[in-house]
């Protein structure tokens, strides 16, 4: 926008703020305000005199209508009178004649005066003053009745003189004087009323007419009132004409300052939402960073440790195994010992694992396997350290897909899971292990990406956990058990492989429950054949080692850059009956397979300063391909993805592993020496 643009939205707004540049509208004057207030107060009145008209109209009618209700009371009581009056004077001549005509007349007439009396308590019905005369007056006819049926019976026999002595008595009877005090009674009552109606009729007349009076003059001043009102209106309308002009022009100027406004602030707000994305994304992208760098600085720090206490341990666990091989006959209290130290040093080795499978830097060599086989062949370990208490249950799914894991890690997960449930428990319980196939949406648990996955969950029937452990259970060295029961690290280890294994790990628990952890394992291919596990006491004992003293021994190269790691192999390789070539570097090794050819198996260590074990493979493959190659490793750091479906020795290893190992990779079909590779 312009500097000449900006001077016009200027002015613009200040028009409009001052009523468009002209004279301020003013709508309302004065007179117009006290001649709309004065017809205001007008239209009340006219409304509450016409309401007070119609009230007064209302009641007049009602005086009226209780005017004429009591002469009906009046009129009715009289005929009350007379019927009786012609009933007796009809019986005194049924009396006198015995005419059968005159009983008949008596009859009907006492029977009009008894429905004259029926009438009357209809009428009556509202006032309780008149209903109990008249219900006085029924019980003074019913007897009276009773007096007069008997001279009407005795004329109706024709006896005439007990007829006229009967009648004679009823003419001196009591019930006389009584009927006529209460007929004289409900009259004077209905005329007082009727006294009391007329005034109330005339007071409500009276008031009706002065409101038509008031109602005329109001009308009067309305008519004035509107005369008025009409003069302001054609001068409102003939103002309003002149200000329409001005009131266009300013609507045209401010509704293009609106639309540049609006754009304005359109504009205003999309740069400031596309900001607080950004702060958001930059937000969240720091605080990933900060997460990955944290993790990176523990994985680096964990796999340095490793990296070292792996080769100290291979140099001890080398020692140990051919110490105790040469004295497990001669010195029995020596072998006790080095194998309490043997011990150690396995589980200073399983500790190591655990550090690098929870900075996600041990190698992971997965592949196909059938998860339900695997646990299958896991029973009989489960079975002896879980105990006897411990009844342990499996439950795969038919058809289940295989998985693609790491079958060692995974083993190892699945042991951790038991020996945590068993804790649970304390020690007695009923351990569920289910193997499930699942598809699950993106987002569904965890990371886990969407498809087919594999769900192992191990089920226990324990103390069960609170919502704010099972919050921290994955944190690395976490545990609620006492002082040096555990180390903390079995649930993080299993949550790194299996975020490793492009996984997730699911938990659901609650106090007094019991607890189900569930691992979500992504589908594989094919599944293998799994392999059994061997028991931690079996990897204590010595195998036999199959002589290899006839003709001369075959030559085995040994590449490592640690002097202590270098000389504890050669011996281990030296006493599995195994001519030992020993190198420190990758380049020593390629010239001494150009120089020999009679060498077929390689042993190299993975992390080696210049050139790696992995790249040491790969020219080694090309230049000799009928070399076998078997890759020793305790911590793979960046090369471990390049170890996927290679030969792996972990450190620190036994001589019968070394020895498996040695034999498997020897008994693998390769070119023989000579044939030229293509690269």
């Known amino acids: 926008m312009g500097s000449g643009e900006t001077e016009r939205a200027d002015r613009v707004a200040f028009d409009v703020e001052h009523g468009g540049g002209g004279a301020p509208r003013r709508w309302l ?50 005929s009350v009178d007379s019927s009786m009056a012609r009933a007796e ?46 219900r006085q007056l029924r019980a003074l006819y019913t007897a009276r009745g009773s007096e007069l049926g008997l001279t009407a019976t005795r004329a109706y026999y024709r006896q005439g003189w007990p007829a006229l002595l009967l009648f004679n008595n009823a003419g001196h009877s009591k019930l ?16 007082g009323m009727l006294q009391a109606r007329f005034d109330a009729s005339d007071a409500a007349s009276i008031f009706a007419n002065r409101l038509v009076t008031w109602l005329s003059t109001i009308g009067v001043i309305l008519i004035a009132g509107a005369g008025i009102l009409a003069w302001a209106t054609w001068s409102a309308i003939r103002t309003q004409r002149q200000a329409s002009e001005e009131a266009e022009a300013a609507d045209d100027r401010a509704s293009w300052l609106e639309q ?22 930059r937000a969240a992208a720091e605080a990933q960073l900060r997460q990955m760098q944290k993790m990176e600085a523990v994985g680096q720090l964990t796999g340095g440790i490793a990296h070292d206490f792996n080769n100290m341990l291979a140099v001890v666990v080398g020692g140990l195994d051919l110490a105790r ?4 006959i001669e010195a029995d209290e020596v072998g006790r010992h080095i194998d309490n130290a043997m011990e150690g040093a396995n ?10 499978g929870f900075a996600r830097a041990e190698p992971l060599l997965p592949e196909a396997i059938d998860a339900g086989a695997l646990i299958e062949g896991m029973s009989d370990l489960l079975d002896r350290t879980l105990g006897e208490r411990v009844v342990v249950e499996t439950q795969v799914e038919a058809g289940a897909w295989p998985v693609w894991v790491d079958p060692l890690q995974l083993e190892n997960a699945i042991l951790n899971m038991a020996v945590n449930a068993r804790d649970a428990m304390d020690g007695a319980g009923r351990l569920v292990i289910t193997v499930d196939n699942v598809v699950l949406a993106h987002g569904e648990v965890g990371e886990a990406r969407a498809g087919d996955h594999v769900c192992i969950a191990v089920t226990d029937s324990g103390c069960g956990m609170t919502p704010a452990i099972i919050e921290r259970v994955f944190e690395p060295f976490f545990t609620t058990k006492p002082v040096g029961k555990g180390t903390g690290l079995g649930l993080s280890q299993i949550f790194g492989f299996v975020r490793q294994s492009e996984g997730d790990v699911a938990i659901r628990s609650a106090p007094g429950e019991g607890t189900t952890v569930s691992l979500y394992l992504p589908r594989g291919q094919a599944a293998a054949a799994s392999r059994p596990i061997v028991s931690e006491p079996s990897r204590l004992a010595i195998p036999a080692i199959p002589s290899r003293d006839h003709g001369p021994r075959e030559p085995v190269l040994i590449v490592e850059d640690d002097p202590r790691v270098r000389v504890a192999t050669s011996d281990a390789i030296d006493e599995l009956g195994y001519a030992v070539v020993a190198c420190a570097s990758g380049e020593e090794a390629i010239a001494v397979l150009d120089a020999r050819r009679d060498i077929r198996l390689m042993i190299s260590d993975v992390v080696m300063p210049g050139m790696t074990g992995p790249e040491l493979g790969a020219v080694v493959r090309v230049r000799h391909p009928h070399v076998g190659i078997v ?3 305790g911590y793979a750091g960046e090369a471990g993805d390049e170890l996927e479906g290679e030969a792996v020795l972990r450190k620190p290893f036994t ?25």
């Open 29 to 78: 004057t004065p007179a117009s305000l006290a001649i709309l207030f004065g017809a205001a107060i007008a239209a009340t009145l006219v409304i509450l005199l016409i309401v007070q008209v119609d009230r007064s109209t209302t009641a007049r009618d009602r005086a009226l209508t209780m005017e004429r209700h009591s002469y009906d009371v009046m009129l009715v009581t009289r």
């Open 89 to 134: 004077a009809a019986l005194g001549r049924f009396a006198t004649s015995a005419d059968r005509g005159m009983g008949t007349g008596y009859y009907n007439n006492w029977l009009d005066a008894g429905a004259q009396i029926s009438q009357l308590e209809t009428l009556v019905g509202q006032d309780p003053e008149e209903t109990a005369l008249v």
């Open 176 to 191: 006389i004087p009584q009927i006529d005090r209460t007929l004289t009674a409900i009259s004077d009552h209905e005329r």
């Open 260 to 281: 540049a406004v609006s754009e304005r602030t359109r504009a205003l707000t999309e740069s400031n939402d596309r900001l607080q994305r950004e702060m958001a994304e």
């Open 325 to 328: 091989r040469r004295l497990a």
């Open 347 to 356: 589980r200073a080795a399983a500790l190591t694992r655990r550090l690098l």
């Open 631 to 633: 890759f020793v490793t």
């Open 655 to 679: 001589i019968a592993a070394l020895d498996r190992a040695v034999s498997t990779a020897l008994s693998a079909p390769r070119r023989a020496p000579g044939v030229a590779a293509t690269a």
